[in-house]
């Protein structure tokens, strides 16, 4: 830092690095792009402090400005894109560049030389696909080369950076989902897209830029959460008591719309109670007065309901219902019974003519028996015997066929007793039928009559007796009502306590934010003009860059130089220490079109006033089209100098396919 002798005026812009600081937390020593390993094809030497990648435009020293000329395509962002490679982001370029790239750099390599709080870190990354990376402190980059069978990863670096830098606790932090995201939003901010064209302060990563960042999925809210964190505004705590103010208003949403139901059902259900005990709404008074009047009158209702009318007595109709019931399964039972035998004296009949058929027969075969035959000459057996006949010897079976005759004629005998049963049965059960329907019919019609006139008693009783088990569900229903409205209460006391506790957070950030303010402000004077004054503040709708001359002013060049003014503030108060972040800083072509060229060149030169003589504790990189002032062209300012042609000046020393 250039010492000014007390009787100066002091600058506008100062800055008071911690003692003992003599280099940047994080810096970029050396990169390198290699077409194979040891064979380079382009090395950049950096420092800290400020560095400038030109890539001059012809029109400003009166040259030609046609196709082959321009001072673009020369290769600035894809330098600033492989050095947030090289730092940890996962791709270089777009997808059609990267194939481009990968075709003609097919064993390529870039490298990087990171210096972290003095240690050296050689990074080796693959420009091609399919080979492993390299993150290694302590080694130079060219000799991981010899190392291609034990790639490392990037984890070892973005640990030490996370952990060395950003710290676990801010780390923790950050709205990101995966591990080393925390430096990964980081390194968004600190290397802005060009695409961005610096137009909000929270303008990170454009989708264009296919960098794959974490950035591009966060919502701004979330954006502004990690740029607080990363600036010391704001504390695990704070967010642990915005987490529980946050949850307690979900909840308290939540109550108020039960609430809000809850009320509505009751109001609901409290008119079609009056409307079903025949009420007038003005007579019932509102809230929850009208319950006591709601039941007194559904008492009233029941009582006259519960009436029964003079000669009519319906306190046994269950029994009535039974009776009948009974009755009718009695008439069923005797039809049943007749028809079964009724079925069944045809079948009897006819069967005992069967047997009556068969009795002359078997007596004629008895009758044979007795005085038997010869079945061959049908000479009578016993004149047979008498004459000597030597043709017949056998005798019937008589005793057989008698069995056979007697136990015909019991059959015979028991179908005629069981037909006689079954027509005295038949007698039986018409004679018992016609009273049973007559008992039946008499009970139908008891139970009829008794049911219609206890229809209109039923109906309304019914009618009341609801109505009182809504009013039971009314007051309970008040009650929840009750304690939704209570419960919502209770949150807001909670919500006002914990918004109370915040008071402390909002001071500590006012005074980040103060601090914030007074080196924007700073930049600010210096850059536009003593007249000029900025102020960045943080409020509802996120942080805000202003700045006054003569009025607010806002137009596209503003809004840019309050972007790049503001991340030169925050570089100078990591360069104090007190904030998360290194103070290293990337702008891709930051100068907008209609941005005058003298505030441009001042603005650089106010970030020149911050380098000490022999040790600066930042690292700004700078790539331009437009030409730096006259005092930076030159070594150690100037870095690179690039040209769009031939194709030997570009960043890559040659033509992509």
Known sequence: MQ???????????????????????????????????????????????????????????????????LGHGAGKTLFCRLLRYCLGEDQFAPEDQRLSISAEFLNGWVSAEVVLNGTPWGVLRPLGVGRGHFAVANVLPEQLFDRQNEPTGMAPLL????????????AALMPVDHPHDAWRVALAWLTRDQECRFDHVLDWRAAESASESPTRSMSRSRLQEALRGLIAAISPEEIELQQAIASKAEAHKAKTLEAGRRQWACERLRLEIIRNLDLVPTDVPEGRLCIGVLRQAASQKLAQASKVSPGVDVSNL??????????????????????????SLPIREELLRQYQSELPASSARVRGAEVPACQICEVPIDRVLAQGCKLSHKLPDFDGLRARHDALVAQIDEAKKAIGDVRVEITLLKQQLPPARSARDSLRQALNKAEKLNEGRSTSWFKVTRSLDDIKRLARDWDDWDQALSAAAKLVTQMEDKRDRMVAFREQQGLVFDRLSNYFDAVIRTVVGPMASGRVSLDGNGVKLAVQLGGERSTAAIESLKVIAFDIAVMCMSMEGTTHLPAFLVHDSPREADLGLSVYHRLFSTVATLEAQENSVFQYIVTTTTQPPAQFQKQPWLRLELRGSPSTERLLRCDLP
């Open 3 to 69: 010492e000014q002798p007390e009787l100066f005026e002091r600058p506008a812009l100062w800055v008071t690095p911690p003692a003992g600081a003599k280099q940047p937390a994080l810096w970029v020593r050396r990169l390198t792009i290699w077409k194979e390993p040891h064979l380079p094809v382009r090395t950049v030497e950096l420092r800290p402090g400020l560095n400038f990648v030109w890539s001059p435009d012809p029109a400003d020293f009166g040259g030609r400005n046609d196709a082959g000329a």
């Open 318 to 343: 269950g029994e009535l219902r039974q009776r009948w019931r009974d009755s009718e399964q009695r008439v069923s039972e005797l039809e049943k019974q007749l028809a079964v035998q009724e079925a």
């Open 159 to 170: 640990n030490a950076i996370e952990t060395q830098v950003l710290t676990p606790q801010v």
